[in-house]
C-alpha cells in the first residue's frame, strides 16, 4: 500500500453508493451497533476463564480481543464520517476491516484454545459454545461482505478444528471414546455454521435486491410525477390565456357595451359567463397548486394588522355574499393585531374560507368573521350556519379535489383544491387551521398564526366590534 500516492484530485462528492461501499456501509454501521453486546460477552467468558483456566493468560488473550474490538470501534467512527460514499475512502475501509477481522478472529481463536489446552479431560463444552457463539454471531452479522464472512468463519473452523483435534492427538483414544463422538459433532457444528451464513447471506442479498428494486420505483415516480407537473403547468398556462379573452368578451357582451343582449340570448351567456368563470378558478387553482409543489410560490413576509387583512377579504366578498343573500358579520379586536405574513396569500386564505362559508349556506343565512388573540397568537374564524361536514370527511377535507357533500345540494361548483391550498399557504406562514363542525348546524374554519408584536396578552380579544357587510 506504501507505494500508492494519494489522489491530488480536488473531493468530488459521491452522492449515490455503488452496491460494494452500500455494503461497507451497512457491515460496519451493523458491527459497531453491536460492540456493548460482544463486549458483555467477552467480559463473562474472561471472568469464567479467570476463575475456571489461567488467570494470567485469560488476560493476556482478553487484552487481544479488546485490542481488536478498539480498532472496530475506531473504524466505526471512520465510516459514520463516510458520507460522501467516495469510492477511495471506501477502498480503504475495507482494507481495514479485512485487517481488523483478521485480528479479531485470531484473537478470539487464541482465547477459546488457551482455555481448550488447559482442560485435560471431560471435553471442551466451555471454549466450543463461545466458538460457536461467535461463529454464530459472524454469521448473523457479517453477511454484508462475503469475503469477510468467509475470512472470520475459516480462521474460527481453523480453531474448531484445532479443539476437535487437540485431544485426538493428544491421547490417541479409542474410535469408541468420547472425543471422537466430539470430534465427529464439531463437523456438524461447522456444516450448520457453514449453512445458517449461507441462509443469512442470502436474505441480505435479497434485502439488497429490494432496496436496489424499490429505488429504481421511486426514481421512476419521481420522474413521472415530473412529467406529469410539467404537462399540467404547461397546459394550464396554454389555457389561461384563450380563457382570458373568451371570458373578457363574454362579460363584455353580458353588459351591453356591445349592444342589447336579445332575451333568447341572455340565459346561455349567462350560463357560459359562470362556466368560464369556473373553468379560470380551476385553472387558477391547478397553477397555484403546481406552484406550492415545485417551490416556486415565493411569499414577500411583511407585518400586516389582522384588523384589515380581514376587513380588506369580507369586503371582496360582498358581491358574492348579496347575490346568494348571505349576511357576514365582523368581530375584530378593538386594539391593532399584528401578523408576519404574504398579503396577497393571506387574502386568498381568508376568500377561501369566505367563500366556502358562503356557498355551504343556505339562502338568507349568516356568516361570522371573528379575530382574536388567543395567547401569542391571533386567531381568525370563520363561522357559518351552512349545510355542515359530517366527522367521517375530516381526513379528506384539506385533501386534493376534495368535495366532501353531494353534487346536487351544491349551489356553486368548486375545484375541490381551494382548501388544500389555503392549508399549504398557512403552513408556510408557521401557522395552523382547522375547523369542527356539525351536518345541518354549520362549521367553524380557524387559522392561527403568532403575532409578529406580543403586547400586553391580557387585552387581546377586548372589547371587540362588530362590522356589518
Ligand atoms: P371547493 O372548491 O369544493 O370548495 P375546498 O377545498 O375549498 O373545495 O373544500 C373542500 C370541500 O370541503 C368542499 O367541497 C366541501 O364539501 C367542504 N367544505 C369546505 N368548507 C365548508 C363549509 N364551510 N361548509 C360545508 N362544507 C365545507
Redesign the pocket.
Known amino acids: 500500500m506504501a507505494g500508492k500516492g494519494r489522489s491530488r484530485t480536488a473531493r468530488i462528492s459521491w452522492t449515490n453508493p455503488t452496491d460494494r461501499e452500500q455494503r461497507i456501509k451497512d457491515y460496519v454501521d451493523l458491527v459497531s451497533s453491536l460492540t456493548w453486546q460482544r463486549q458483555g460477552s467477552f467480559l463473562a467468558a474472561t471472568v469464567l476463564g479467570l476463575f475456571y483456566f489461567d488467570p494470567v493468560s485469560t488476560v493476556v488473550c482478553y487484552l487481544g480481543v479488546f485490542v481488536a474490538e478498539i480498532l472496530d470501534m475506531r473504524l466505526g467512527r471512520e465510516a459514520k464520517a463516510w458520507t460522501d460514499y467516495d469510492p477511495e475512502t471506501g477502498r480503504r475501509l475495507l482494507r481495514k476491516i479485512t485487517v481488523n477481522t483478521a485480528l479479531s478472529a485470531v484473537a478470539i481463536s487464541v482465547f477459546v484454545i488457551n482455555m481448550a489446552v488447559q482442560q485435560t479431560s471431560g471435553g471442551h463444552f466451555t471454549p466450543l459454545f463461545f466458538l460457536f457463539s461467535a461463529s454464530l454471531f459472524a454469521a448473523m452479522y457479517n453477511s454484508a461482505i462475503i469475503s469477510i464472512l468467509l475470512l472470520r468463519l475459516s480462521i474460527y473452523a481453523g480453531a474448531f478444528l484445532f479443539i476437535a483435534l487437540l485431544d485426538l492427538v493428544r491421547y490417541r483414544p479409542a474410535m469408541s471414546s468420547s472425543s471422537w463422538l466430539e470430534f465427529f459433532t464439531i463437523i456438524f457444528v461447522l456444516y450448520f455454521i457453514f449453512d445458517t451464513s449461507l441462509k443469512f447471506y442470502r436474505h441480505y442479498q435479497e434485502r439488497m435486491q429490494q432496496m436496489k428494486l424499490i429505488k429504481e420505483e421511486s426514481e421512476r415516480t419521481k420522474a413521472a410525477y415530473e412529467v406529469k407537473s410539467q404537462f399540467l403547468s404547461t397546459v394550464s398556462h396554454e389555457l389561461r390565456t384563450p380563457l382570458t379573452s373568451i371570458k373578457g368578451s363574454i362579460d363584455l357582451m353580458n353588459t351591453g357595451v356591445l349592444g342589447a343582449v336579445p332575451d333568447h340570448l341572455k340565459p346561455p351567456l349567462s350560463i357560459a359567463a359562470k362556466n368560464s368563470q369556473s373553468l379560470a378558478n380551476l385553472i387558477d387553482d391547478l397553477l397555484d397548486l403546481q406552484k406550492m409543489e415545485a417551490g416556486e410560490m415565493h411569499f414577500q413576509f411583511q407585518e400586516l394588522d389582522v384588523n384589515d387583512l380581514v376587513k380588506d377579504a369580507v369586503e371582496a366578498t360582498t358581491g358574492y355574499a348579496g347575490k346568494l343573500g348571505i349576511h357576514v358579520t365582523t368581530i375584530l379586536p378593538a386594539r391593532e393585531l399584528t401578523v408576519k405574513g404574504d398579503h396577497a396569500r393571506l387574502i386568498q386564505v381568508m376568500n377561501?374560507l369566505l367563500?366556502?362559508?358562503i356557498?355551504?349556506s343556505e339562502e338568507g343565512g349568516s356568516v361570522r368573521v371573528r379575530v382574536e388573540a388567543i395567547g401569542s397568537r391571533v386567531r381568525i374564524s370563520?363561522q357559518?350556519d351552512?349545510?355542515?361536514?359530517p366527522e367521517e370527511?375530516r381526513e379528506r377535507?384539506?385533501g386534493k379535489f376534495?368535495?366532501?357533500?353531494s353534487s346536487d345540494i351544491r349551489k356553486v361548483?368548486?375545484?375541490?383544491?381551494?382548501?388544500?391550498i389555503?392549508k399549504q399557504i398557512v403552513d408556510r406562514h408557521g401557522g395552523t387551521i382547522d375547523?369542527e363542525?356539525e351536518p345541518g348546524v354549520g362549521?367553524t374554519?380557524y387559522v392561527e398564526f403568532d403575532q409578529a408584536v406580543d403586547e400586553a396578552a391580557g387585552k387581546a380579544g377586548a372589547d371587540p366590534v362588530a362590522l356589518t357587510a
Not at 351552512?386 to 361536514?389: F, K, P, R, Y
Open positions: 377561501n367563500s366556502n362559508a356557498k355551504f370563520v357559518d351552512g349545510i355542515g361536514i370527511a377535507v384539506f376534495t368535495q366532501v357533500d361548483g368548486g375545484t375541490g383544491l381551494g382548501l388544500n389555503t375547523y363542525s362549521s374554519f
